[in-house]
């Protein structure tokens, strides 16, 4: 492939509350079996690009515990592979990544060392599957500096958490406004860019030598009118997953059977990292509807609308609807979950209530399972 990937997973969202408190945004479980990163990760390799640089900070054990071998999205390879860079004091540098373009600036050396001519930028918190290769055909095509890949906003997202832009008939981005508050349109970027390799370089090093570090507002916005920035049209499923009502919605969003058979049932395939788990047990009073269940889940009560990750225990004579269960949470007896987000390997303890109103509820109690 005549392109390199980057990642951009090193960021945090307050808009996710407490669920990043214990891990990157891009480590965000995703339909009982994949990480928001996954997507990304899989959009590359099926694009036959090669070799992939993953630049975290943020949190990153749990998403660089998770990208620990390069095989499950067949990057093993001699030529190219995996690259997982975080923060790194040097002679010249002691500072953490201070924002987007930093963060690559600082691993400038990765992108002079190598052979392709073009780059794909994308942020590890997006839901969605797309090919690249058309994207960079298009790129060429217009003999664009840098091409956005941009999408309509779903209707029921805040577009104040986005960089909304104004397309005009050739394809010419005339406007870029990063999250405004009021939109003066309803096309956001998608946060993927393609960009010559050297380009690249030669703005990175510009804004690093001005003090300035961010890809957006630095260089997108900044030499607006000045490089020929053009926008790509993607129209195809796609959720940025970094606020606690859109990682709710995207994951509710897989119950629909046209969403699953898109990401799963058609080729090409979405990849994770493999569990060697047992399949999930349903026990004689199991009742599910309209759920998602993960693989070493055993359950002896009612699920309906609701999405189970994996080594979940649901008791007996409990009651979860419209909820999202995450990995290795013990649910007791006599329990009532809905419309609540349970955090990983959390204990609810039999005859409690977590019901939430107005807005989803997180549920942590830090309860001593063995204390049960």
């Known amino acids: 492939m005549k392109a390199l990937g980057i990642i951009l997973a090193g960021g ?4 996710m509350k407490e669920l990043s408190k214990k891990r990157a945004i891009a480590a965000m479980p995703i339909a009982c079996s994949y990480r928001a990163i996954d997507f990304a990760l899989s959009n590359m390799t099926n694009s036959n690009i090669q070799t992939v640089a993953v630049l975290s900070q943020y949190n990153a054990r749990s998403l660089n515990e998770h990208l620990n071998s390069s095989k499950w999205w067949n990057f093993g390879r001699k030529q190219g592979g995996l690259f997982v860079f975080t923060p790194t004091v040097t002679s ?12 690559m600036w600082q691993n400038i050396d990765f992108l002079k060392k190598r052979h392709e001519p073009y780059v794909v930028i994308t942020s590890g918190d997006c839901v969605c599957k797309c090919d690249f290769g058309p994207i960079i055909d298009y790129h060429i095509q217009k003999q664009a500096d840098i091409t956005v890949v941009c999408t309509k906003a779903p209707e029921w997202d805040d577009i104040s958490r ?34 010559r390799r050297r380009k690249l370089i030669e703005l990175l090093e510009q804004c690093n030598a001005e003090g300035r570090y961010n890809f957006v507002t630095d260089i997108l916005i900044r030499y607006e009118g000045m490089k020929k920035v053009y926008g790509y049209m993607l129209n195809s499923y796609w959720s940025n997953i970094a606020s606690l009502n859109s990682y709710f919605r995207t994951n509710m969003d897989f119950l629909k059977k046209d969403v699953r058979d898109f990401f ?67 649910i007791g007896d006599n329990v009532r979950v809905e419309n609540c987000i349970v955090e990983s390997n959390e204990t609810l303890l039999s005859d409690t209530s977590y019901v939430g109103d107005d807005q989803i509820k997180i549920v942590i109690e830090n309860n001593n399972r063995l204390g049960i």
């Open 12 to 15: 945090n969202s307050t808009r």
């Open 92 to 103: 010249e540098n002691n500072w953490w990544y201070r924002g987007t373009a930093d963060a």
């Open 162 to 195: 986005f960089g909304t832009v104004k397309i005009d008939d050739n394809g010419l981005i005339s406007n870029f406004e990063e999250k405004p508050m009021i939109a003066h349109s309803n096309i956001v970027s998608t946060g993927t860019y393609i960009i």
């Open 264 to 330: 799963f049932a058609k080729e090409p395939k979405i990849y994770s990292k493999a569990r060697d788990l047992p399949p999930a047990k349903f026990n004689q009073d199991a009742k599910v509807r309209d759920s998602l269940i993960g693989s070493g889940t055993i359950i002896n009560s009612v699920v309906e609308n609701s999405v189970i990750f994996k080594n979940v225990f649901i008791g007996n004579n409990t009651v979860i609807k419209n909820s999202i269960v995450l990995d290795g949470a013990y």
